[in-house]
């Protein structure tokens, strides 16, 4: 009976050695998933646009395009007066 005892705790100091075992590798796991997590969203806000950065660049397209519009008024206008003349 004795004997039955100490196979029995061996068995169960086992599994709980397994069971410790593998919950240490997943909190390890986890842990470098977080600090991948958190490396990712680093970068993800270096590298985004800000909502100034776009309006800025936005602006300066506006005024681009504005510019090209009136030098392609002005061809037409000039197209237009020496065809009249």
């Known amino acids: 009976m004795d004997q039955e005892i100490v196979v029995w705790n061996l068995i169960l100091s086992a599994l709980v050695g397994l069971t410790m075992y593998l919950m240490k590798s997943k909190?390890?796991?986890?842990?470098?998933?977080?600090?991948l997590l958190n490396q990712t969203r680093e970068q993800i806000a270096r590298d985004s646009v800000t909502r100034t950065e776009v309006d800025a660049a936005f602006?300066?397209?506006?005024?681009?395009?504005?510019?090209?519009?009136?030098r392609l008024s002005d061809k037409i206008d000039s197209i237009k007066d020496s065809g009249n003349h």
């Open 27 to 35: 909190d390890e796991e986890l842990t470098r998933v977080g600090k």
């Open 59 to 70: 602006k300066n397209l506006q005024a681009r395009i504005d510019l090209v519009g009136d």
